[in-house]
């Protein structure tokens, strides 16, 4: 049995590296890769489940097409909307955090180390 690990870190410290010259550029691709991930998701669970209500008969594309949602779905989205946004700017996020702790190379460098060899 291996033995238990402490919890990788929420945000991996110290700077990340820069693939182009203006780190903009580096933050803005991480934003559109994870959107990218959250999108294919939920276009993996849409369709599973239009699938299962077509075989099962409960489902058409048209009862979908004219669904209005009541209020407390609206309200279930909305905040299923904010998390996602939260997640997808998380990048934002890491690099005020890394900022504000005055991080380096060094740090993030130490930190991926730390995993590759089991250390964090």
């Given at each position: 049995m291996d033995?238990?690990?402490?919890?990788l870190?929420k945000?991996?410290?110290?700077k990340?590296?820069?693939?182009h010259?203006?780190?903009?550029?580096?933050?803005?691709?991480a934003?559109?890769?994870?959107?990218t991930?959250e999108?294919?998701?939920?276009?993996?669970r849409?369709?599973?489940?239009?699938?299962?209500?077509q075989?099962?008969g409960w489902?058409?594309i048209?009862?979908?097409?004219?669904y209005?949602?009541p209020l407390?779905v609206?309200?279930?989205r909305?905040a299923?909307?904010?998390?996602?946004i939260g997640?997808?700017?998380a990048?934002?996020s890491e690099?005020?955090?890394?900022?504000?702790?005055g991080?380096?190379d060094d740090?993030?460098?130490?930190?991926?180390?730390?995993?590759?060899?089991g250390?964090?």
């Amino acid at each position: 049995m291996d033995a238990p690990t402490a919890p990788l870190p929420k945000f991996v410290s110290g700077k990340r590296p820069a693939f182009h010259a203006d780190p903009a550029i580096d933050r803005l691709i991480a934003m559109v890769l994870a959107l990218t991930r959250e999108v294919s998701v939920l276009r993996d669970r849409v369709d599973t489940l239009e699938v299962l209500g077509q075989e099962a008969g409960w489902l058409t594309i048209d009862a979908v097409e004219a669904y209005v949602p009541p209020l407390p779905v609206r309200q279930r989205r909305e905040a299923g909307r904010e998390a996602m946004i939260g997640r997808v700017l998380a990048i934002l996020s890491e690099e005020i955090a890394d900022l504000e702790a005055g991080a380096s190379d060094d740090g993030y460098w130490a930190t991926i180390s730390a995993i590759e060899t089991g250390e964090a």
